[in-house]
């Protein structure tokens, strides 16, 4: 296994609540531990994240019982059919959330026309209540918050995360703060003040941003950080996005599989769930490819996988698409183990290639998309014209947010072709008929 990057080594145990009060019962579900990604050892489930025998990544283990399809299929419309797989309890559903997920999945045969796919779905997570997958990850963050007593829901984060935990918060009925790098898109920011008074502006990037999230979490008592002290519970909310595609696709996998990389989180815990899936007999194992796109702008991942190594250097980023602005990806080098594991690989492509990719997606799918997105497709368009990607086989493209959070990515291109008279003359004029 790869050497994991740590965020902060000195908080690995920083608690939103007293440590000594007891759980209830089936307080995480069917989670059992905490279980380090690098060597193993388990801990007790609670507000920890880094290892104390090795200081790698914690992720949460199960004891899954057995699941049908029947059993998932009578759950309701949201990540809570899928609850028996989680780290929430049986009653998740009676708590006050968001009610994110299971969100359309849907074959685009326009772009696959334009890009020369024979079968391309788009999972479009763009409709979830604040208009990304966050919404997904932030759910069963919300949920370890409550069961661990937290009294702060907070988070650093690019945008939409901020957006996420903002609302998730203040349905919930908890005090919220959220930490933003100070030039981050204007939509983005009011998409979170508007639900807390608490949004802070930090003056750097996310990296930053994040450093100062962590000596916080081990500063202050009971606050929850979603991505820092409670990460591995608020991680594993991505599984649904694999588990959503599977059923949406009749039970069964696809053969590849595009995903924008930020923390390179979501990609990783796609690939769990397919492989937990099969575990479980929901679908049959076969093959299949996991790709990462990044933008060139700030692609540690890409550049790592490009020249065959197996950890990842921090950059500082310098993209337009800065929901994917991570310089210091903490699930870096586990995106490059599932990409060359799988036989996919992970691309990154220039901001000018974002901004055409997003356009490309509106016109010929209907579908907005943000700069993450616009990545994502960008990538996927480079991936079939370089060969890496294979043209006759089940591709599978994940949009992560709407494009209203990041209009001044393409204001400048699009934009009335004509302004005219009112009279038929005029317009006759333009050619547009």
């Known amino acids: 296994m790869s050497a994991s990057i740590v965020e902060n080594p000195d908080t690995l145990a920083a608690a939103p609540a007293d440590p000594k009060k007891p759980l209830r019962d089936g307080a995480f579900g069917n989670a059992t531990a905490l279980a380090c990604r690098e060597c193993g050892h388990e801990v007790e489930l609670g507000p920890f994240y ?45 708590s006050p959330n968001m009610e994110p997920g299971f969100t359309r999945l849907l074959e685009a045969r326009n772009l696959a026309a334009t890009l020369g796919l024979e079968k391309l779905w788009v999972k479009d997570d ?26 702060v829901f907070a ?17 919930a009925g908890i005090k919220t703060v959220v930490f933003i790098p100070s030039n981050l898109e204007k939509p ?25 999230a962590s000596e916080i979490a081990g500063e202050e008592d009971g606050w929850a950080f979603v991505n820092v002290n409670v990460r591995p519970f608020y991680a594993e909310g991505s599984k649904t996005l694999g588990y959503e595609i599977a059923e949406q696709l009749g039970w069964r996998l696809p053969d590849q599989v595009v995903i924008p990389v930020a923390s ?36 540690p991942v890409s550049a790592a996988f490009k020249d065959g190594k197996k950890v990842v250097r921090p950059v500082k980023p310098d993209t337009i698409a800065k929901s994917l602005a991570i310089g210091n990806p903490a699930d870096g080098p586990y995106v ?12 990154d492509i220039s901001d000018d290639e974002v901004r055409e990719a997003i356009v490309l997606l509106a016109r010929t799918e209907g579908i907005f998309t943000e700069t993450a997105g616009g990545t994502t497709v960008g990538v996927l368009k480079k991936l079939v014209e370089t060969g890496q990607l294979d043209p006759t086989a089940e591709t599978v493209v994940i949009n992560t947010g709407h494009g209203l959070k990041t209009l001044d990515a393409v204001a400048d291109q699009v934009g009335p072709v004509a302004t005219i008279a009112p009279s038929y003359a005029a317009f006759a004029a333009t050619g547009i008929a």
Not at 58 to 66: G, K, N, R
Not at 162 to 168: G, I, L, T
């Open 50 to 94: 880094a290892c104390p025998e090795c200081f790698g990544p914690l992720e949460v283990a199960y004891d899954f019982p057995a699941v049908t399809r029947e059993q998932i299929a009578a759950g309701p419309a949201n990540i809570w059919r899928y609850k028996a797989l989680l780290p929430v309890p049986d009653d998740i559903e009676q």
């Open 126 to 151: 763009s409709t979830n209540p604040t208009n990304s997958f966050k919404d997904r990850v932030v759910a069963c963050a919300l949920s370890a918050a409550r069961e661990l007593d937290a009294k």
């Open 155 to 171: 988070c650093p984060s690019t945008g939409n995360l901020a957006n996420a935990v903002a609302a998730a918060g203040a349905r």
């Open 188 to 212: 983005k920011q009011i998409n979170s003040a508007v639900y807390t008074d608490s949004l802070v502006a930090v003056e750097g990037n996310y990296d930053d941003v994040n450093k100062l």
């Open 264 to 299: 390179g989180s979501q990609l990783t815990k796609v690939d769990k769930a397919f492989q937990e899936l099969v575990k479980l007999g929901l679908v049959e194992d076969k093959p299949y490819k996991i790709f990462g796109a990044q933008a060139t702008g700030c692609s």
């Open 336 to 347: 490059l183990d599932v990409c060359r594991r799988t036989g996919g690989v992970v691309e």
